[in-house]
């Protein structure tokens, strides 16, 4: 199935190459694109954090390689596409949680947005606690030291 999506805003930021470590005191702006109104954006103040779904548009586009070492680590264990967070998959998708600094009017500025200058943002959603996880989170323990310098 073919599925056609449009940006409804794109990012400012001094990042421009898509690196992978030291996100953290990344700030952003993200700003609405003009056909999206301003309501849009209306109360988002009243929220702390927010999910931001985004569209790596800057990857190559090659053969898709659904199983490998994550960032190439022998020390890591061959593991699938949908067990990894890495930019080079299949629908080119990248969601975030982020931290809500600013708004005002068409733009709002966040913090620990992993997106390059210029990426086209496909959603904002924020963060209702209700949707968090329940219980203990689980995960491989090469996954802490793969993010020991992530952010």
């Known amino acids: ?3 056609n999506l449009q940006s409804i805003a794109t990012t400012r930021n001094a990042r421009t190459e898509a690196v992978d470590d030291n996100w953290g005191g990344v700030i952003t702006e993200i700003t609405l694109a003009e056909y999206v109104p301003t309501v849009a954006f209306d109360n988002i103040e009243d929220f702390s954090h927010l999910e931001i779904i985004f569209y790596f548009d ?10 490998g070492r994550p960032r190439g680590n ?3 264990p061959v593991m699938g596409i949908f067990c990894q967070r890495k930019k080079d998959r299949p629908n080119k998708i990248g ?3 982020v931290e809500l600094l600013e708004h005002n009017g068409r733009t709002i500025k966040v913090k620990g947005l992993d997106a390059i200058d210029g990426t086209p943002i496909l959603d904002i959603k924020p963060v209702f606690k209700e949707f968090l996880p329940k219980g203990a989170i689980r995960q491989p323990e090469w996954v802490s030291d793969l993010m020991k310098e992530y952010w």
């Open 95 to 97: 969601l975030c949680t």
């Open 74 to 76: 022998p020390a890591y």
């Open 58 to 67: 800057k990857t190559e586009d090659r053969e898709m390689v659904y199983a």
């Open 1 to 3: 199935m073919q599925i």
